[in-house]
């Protein structure tokens, strides 16, 4: 087992990505923060490098990777050329937390997109991981920066929970802006939304006019079908312990949820129940916490990998409500239906 460095990069703000960057252009590993969850990263040019990604996180070879870039221009060398639909989604949105999927150019190693003739690329919006890449010369390859399945990390603590001794470094940037892993959209002649994020499908729209939105965003995966993109397949979020979501009527959720709460109390379950600010005066006297603002959704977003991983070890079950899958909520109802592996009970009033 490796010593894992722990950077704070706002107290070493060069030092960390200057670091990083010589990691990486040796062929090693770094976790980094970004505006949406924290990454593991790795030279995204060289298939060795690469291969130590799946290789640390446990990682199946069929889930593609994402090259993260520090200038737009860097795109070019990546696919084999930049359609206009794909300049316009760039020039509103990039740098920022959506990724863009489409022919890769012979320079992109088959590892890093799983074999598939097209591969997803973002420019991030957080400096740090910016100047990382800058410092390694390279596009990163990096999904998020912790071990397969388990919920995606927002702090570095998180990282080191997963990959400590693993890995060599970390570069600590505090918790992150989104908490939630990027928008996936391919580009072609009608885009198609892969996977839900902060930028929405109706944001999307207003830059490109109508998207395709991928079938099974709130269903289980087809074992059989191809990933093409990253997060798509296999499951992903899973906290330690049993997840139920409920879903329907704010008054029918809460008393089937309370119903529930009470029977496995009495099983001598430990039980918590996820509610949002407009709930939680149903839940009285009942262990619960609160996850956000439904009316807001880019708050539970914000909060529900964090609270996977805290209550996944600290309870038997995790009891939580769900919201309208519409806007950042469609991000929020991606993950949470995935971290409960799709077991969701309907609620009548």
Partial sequence: MMQTQCIDAKKQPVSGTRLGGRIIKQGGLVAFPTETVYGLGADGLNADAVRGIYEAKGRPADNPLILHIAKKSDVRALWDDVPRKARQLMDAFWPGPLTLVYNKSALVPDIVSAGLDTVAVRMPANKIARALIKAAQTPVAAPSANKSGRPSPTTAQHV?????????????????????????????????????????????????????????????????????????????????CQMLVFCGS????????????????????????????????????????????????????????????????????????????????????????????????????
């Fill in 160 to 240: 080191l929970e997963d990959l400590g001794g693993i890995i060599p470094l970390v570069i600590d940037g505090g918790g992150t802006l989104h908490g939630v892993e990027s928008t996936v959209l391919s580009v072609g002649a009608i885009p198609m939304l892969l996977r839900p994020g902060i930028v929405t499908q109706r944001m999307i729209e207003g830059v490109v006019g109508r998207i395709r939105v991928h079938a099974r965003l709130l269903l289980p995966p087809d074992e059989g079908d191809t990933a093409v993109s990253p997060g798509m397949k296999h499951r992903h979020y899973a906290p330690d």
């Fill in 250 to 349: 704010l008054y029918g959720m809460a008393r089937r949820i309370g119903e529930e709460y009470d029977a496995r109390v009495a099983q001598n379950q430990d039980c918590v129940i996820f509610a949002t600010q407009q709930t939680q005066h149903f839940y009285r006297g009942r262990k619960y916490v609160i996850i956000g603002d439904r009316d807001h959704p880019e708050t539970l977003c914000a909060n529900i990998f964090r609270l996977l991983r805290a209550w996944g070890s600290a309870a038997d079950v995790i009891l939580s409500e769900s919201i309208a899958a519409e806007d950042a909520g469609l991000a929020f109802m991606n993950r949470l239906l995935r971290a409960a592996g799709y077991a969701c009970i309907e609620c009548r009033e």
